[in-house]
């Protein structure tokens, strides 16, 4: 009876707090990005949904990381000392290796550093194990939490990480072991992942990323052949129209680089049925933006922020939770 009550009270919050306010790996622009610190904070703050970040260990542990290499703008070794350089990838790494590095605070004078002025460090945080941050939410009873999970692999990472196969084979098997399959799902650039998982674990819902951008561009339309990120999709079999490549791939959501989401585009997309959640917005006249165009979500560094917009639109906020 009680387990009834508590269903439908979480049924009932689920429908209210419709707007997906993400932290963005964590809250990265208040605490270490991916660690259980950032996780407790956006717990706290009050989130829909969690962001993270996946790579694997040697030892096949699922862990906390949007780095296939520790990465030297906030690692620091058994020494004390920040990495000089980009440092082993983390599929070469047992976890208790993995383990020894402290992810805690961000390297004082890169321009990473400077990025984040309000990030708190946390000395001596480590990089978490998947497993440890569904514990982290289980603890903290926030059952009405949900998690973004970003399988990091490209088409060109070779053997620094699994085959998308057996990826999205262990990101499978963890989720069905935590009791997780309705509150997860699995996002990624590289869609090799999510039609894997659309085979092993088609309950498990899929999230399309996406990116037109100089530094990275996913979808290369008007370039011959197919993208080698949408396995082997072509954006030019759909008149150019990513969000129809999106449903096409069997994604529920689609996620685009912020500034690639536009007015047209999301309605496309929503008239598709497909949610639209756009990545990673900070600044509040972008969040106003792209609220006022009708996403479902939006997924930020400062959720802070993102729930206090909605707060003075008088939008329903997800629940506080804290972390024990
Ligand atoms: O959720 C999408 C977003 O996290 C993708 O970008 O590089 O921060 O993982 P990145
Ligand atoms: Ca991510």
Redesign the pocket.
Known sequence: MRTLAAALVIALATQAHAFDLQG??GARGLAPENTLEAFALALSIGVTTL?L?LAVTKDDVLVVS?DRRLNPDHTRGPDGKFLDREGPPIRSLTLAQVKQYDVGRLKPGTAYAVSFPEQRPVDGARIPALTEVFDLVKRAGADHVRF?I?TKITPTSGDETPDPETFAAAFAKAVRDAGLVSRVSI?SFDWRTLLAMKRIAPEIERVC?TAEALTLDTIKRGEPGPSPWLAGLDVDDFAGSVPRLAQSAGCAVW?PLYRNAKADDIAAAKALGLKVIP??VNAPVDLERLIALGVDGL?TDYPDRLRALLAAKNMPLPPQAAAR
Do not use: A, G, P, V
Request: glycine residues 0%.
């Open positions: 963005h790996r962001e970040d949007h973004n970003e996002q990323l996620s990545w990673t997924i």
